[in-house]
């Protein structure tokens, strides 16, 4: 692609977008050909940076600016860019793109000097001599680190430093951000492959930053710099829809029309505009909605004073026209986590057609467009600020942000670095959780329990052992969703939480770089001792959960051996001389509702009234035995009763010891036990125990349950569902 036709603006831009074109980049050639202007005057080539700058600023100090240029035009005379420009037109035009956005007046000077201590013999103490130490922190962060000294990884270490730089300061990200768009509007005169180089970068890792800091001037535009690079046949093709389109009737130009009526008669002042699509827009909804209509390629803006007018004229669309309830957003009451806020809607007019509304004030529309450059100076202090003196209360530094800084610090390696870091821009959406002591946490979208505890908790997550979402037991690999509410729960006991830590099971579930490092760290640290194996060949057991399984197969042998023929206490049975059974299917216990059944060998089985094999029973032709618990009156009421259990609980070590010893403190005796293998940090365990009492059976379940670990308790042929879920 041509230097011309990437300086072209693209078909359908929407007003007031900052852009160089060809003439402006003359006129600065020449203006900085012709020199320097006399000292207090403004150069020619900075004037119209300067009246922009105005525009929204107009009590700036233009004086820093003349100097800025002053040593950037004469830093870099004799150098030019490959288009054949002097170089000086580059730091001009990026100059212009914020100062466009409304930068102050601090951005626009870094921004000046941005390349000088990178490309220039000017360095970095002359630069904070002559402007500060803020344009000094500015211009370091976005200067680049020489392949001489770090080779490959130049660019990965590049990036590390510039993030690093953003999070004392979002304006280091801003310049950055410009710097690259006026590249890609150039980026023409490179070869093709270097061409696809950088738009990939672009793609991968500078409109995701864009996406986040919102500024959607600059990352909508590099959208369609990099998609007429990487995807020239799906550009051109969305290119003649455009101006096909062009060519009709426009749909929003009448809907606009409605639209203002409405508002007009309801006595709000608005501005309604056109606002056309993008063309990546464009063609995303072509792949979302296949054909598309002229309505399809844009939306209405209405811009208002107060957000208590955004929420009247959305009241009035809904009455006079016919909402698409599923269409409706409220980004003003829940703002998006890149400071946008607006409220959407969508409406069918007289002739049906559908229509998109953004509805926001005009200051939500300049952050919207400008993101956290439509902030100015964020480290301003200001009237009424609560931080401290001499620190800075910082407003632009998200969630997402901390994190990235988080995990870079922990990835020493470039190469992890840059794919760890493509992989968290990847993810575009962000969600907020609400944590159980009241407070939220910002994750991506799709990020699971296991993100949130090393979100919340960095390397003490190890020793998460679980977690609650919306008041329900969930494993750590559930995916939370915007507004679910999080309980973490971490191993308390201290030999528990030292010894506890992550399976390789959960890099499966983690989603952020965060997680997946953290864990693999871990992992790498403890690597698994090999199974040691018997005689046999078998791998043993846990050498805990063996010695605990042999002691319960002991008692399981004796409890059977001694109670063998013994009829079961506690039951009366209208059936003299039977023997009595209590069914091992369900092990009923007072006070259970029971029937029984005679069986071969003169005996009755007695089964809990909802066991499945009570109707197994009556479908074989079986008959019903009155059966009924013994009480005091029957001379009757002793003896014990078997009862199988089943508990729930959070794989840790110890388990199975805690729990037979609060088993036998309750004078319960274990006759069978089994383990299953751990699932996903969680494990099942069936207990079959002879109880001297079934009075006392509420009572061994609750000192089941508090265990730790455990979260929950059932008898037999109770729905596990719940427990599982």
């Not at 909605?289 to 007018?309: H, I, K, N, S, W």
Request: overall charge negative.
């Amino acid at each position: 692609m041509s230097a011309e036709a990437t300086d072209q603006a693209p078909f359908g831009r929407r007003r007031g977008l900052p852009r160089i074109d060809l003439r402006n980049l003359r006129r600065f050639s020449r203006a900085a050909l012709l020199g320097t202007a006399s000292r207090g005057r403004l150069p020619d080539a900075i004037e119209h940076v300067a009246k922009v700058h105005r525009a929204h600023h107009p009590g700036a100090d233009l004086d820093v600016l003349r100097k800025a240029y002053v040593l950037a035009e004469s830093s870099h005379r004799g150098q030019m860019r490959k288009s054949g420009e002097p170089y000086i037109t580059h730091p001009l035009a990026v100059t212009l793109i914020l100062a466009e956005l409304g930068a102050e007046t601090t951005t626009l000077t870094a921004s000046l000097l941005h390349d000088t201590v990178e490309d220039t013999d000017v360095t970095l103490d002359q630069v904070g001599e002559q402007f500060g130490e803020e344009v000094r922190y500015l211009v370091d962060g976005v200067t680049k680190l020489e392949k001489v000294d770090y080779g490959a990884a130049a660019e990965p270490e590049t990036f590390r430093k510039m993030l690093v730089a953003t999070g004392n300061d979002v304006r280091v990200m801003s310049i950055k951000l410009a710097d690259r768009l006026h590249n890609m509007r150039t980026l023409g005169v490179m070869r093709p492959e270097k061409q696809a180089r950088i738009a990939k970068v672009t793609r991968d890792v500078l409109i995701p930053l864009a996406e986040r800091l919102g500024v959607q001037a600059l990352k909508t535009e590099l959208e369609d710099l990099v998609f007429a690079i990487l995807h020239p046949e799906e550009y051109a093709r969305t290119r003649e829809l455009l101006q096909s389109h062009a060519e009709r009737p426009d749909p929003l130009a009448r809907a606009a029309e409605d639209v203002r009526g409405v508002l007009h008669e309801a006595g709000i002042t608005a501005e309604v505009l056109v606002r056309p699509r993008h063309f990546v827009s464009v063609h995303r909804v072509g792949l979302k909605r296949g054909e598309l209509t002229g309505a399809d390629l844009g939306r209405l803006l209405v811009l208002v004073t107060d957000d208590a007018d955004c929420y009247a004229v959305l009241g009035e669309l809904h009455t006079c026209f016919t909402p698409v309830i599923s269409e409706f957003k409220d980004f003003i009451a829940v703002p998006k986590f890149n400071l946008y806020q607006s409220l959407h809607t969508a409406v069918a007019g007289r002739d049906g057609e559908v229509t998109e509304v953004l509805i926001r004030t005009h200051q939500m529309h300049r952050v919207a467009e400008a993101g956290v450059i439509a902030l100015g100076n964020p480290y301003a202090p200001t009237e009424g600020s609560d931080a401290p003196e001499g620190e800075r209360a910082d407003p632009t530094r998200p969630g997402w942000l901390s994190r990235l800084l988080d995990w870079q610090s922990a990835t020493p390696d470039p190469d992890l670095f840059w794919t760890s870091l493509r992989d968290d821009l990847a993810q575009d959406r962000e969600i907020t959780v609400f944590r159980s002591d009241g407070g939220t946490l910002g994750l991506p979208a799709g990020a699971s329990c296991v993100d949130a505890a090393y979100a919340l908790y960095g390397e003490d997550a190890h020793s998460c052992i679980g977690a609650r979402v919306n008041g329900r037991i969930a494993t750590l690999s559930t995916v939370l969703r915007d507004g679910d509410t999080l309980q973490l729960l971490m191993a308390s006991d201290g030999r528990d939480a030292a010894s506890h830590g992550p399976s390789p099971e959960w890099l499966d579930h983690a989603r952020t770089p965060a997680a997946r490092i953290a864990i693999n760290r871990w992992l790498a640290a403890h690597p698994a001792p090999p199974a040691p194996q018997h005689e046999s060949g078998a791998a043993a057991q846990d050498p805990e959960a063996e010695s605990a399984a042999r002691a319960v197969a002991t008692r399981g042998k004796q409890g059977d051996a001694d109670g063998a023929g013994r009829p079961e206490a506690g039951v009366v049975v209208d059936l003299p001389g039977a023997t009595v059974r209590l069914a091992r299917c369900c092990t009923p216990v007072p006070p259970d509702a029971v029937t029984g059944f005679a069986v071969r060998g003169g005996a009755v089985t007695v089964h809990r009234e909802r066991c499945p094999g009570v109707g197994r029973m009556i479908a074989a032709g079986r008959t019903a035995v009155g059966v009924r618990w013994a009480d005091e009156d029957d001379g009757d009421g002793g003896g014990d009763y078997r009862v199988t259990l089943f508990a729930e609980a959070f794989s840790r070590p110890h388990l199975l010891a805690d729990l037979t010893e609060a088993i036998a403190a309750e004078g319960a005796e274990v006759v069978a036990a089994a383990v299953e293998p751990p699932r996903e940090q969680r494990v099942r365990h069936t207990y079959t125990l002879q109880l001297p009492d079934a009075g006392r059976l509420p009572t061994l379940m609750r000192a089941m349950r508090n265990v730790p670990g455990v979260y929950d308790v059932t008898r037999e042929g109770r729905s596990m569902v719940a427990a599982r879920s």
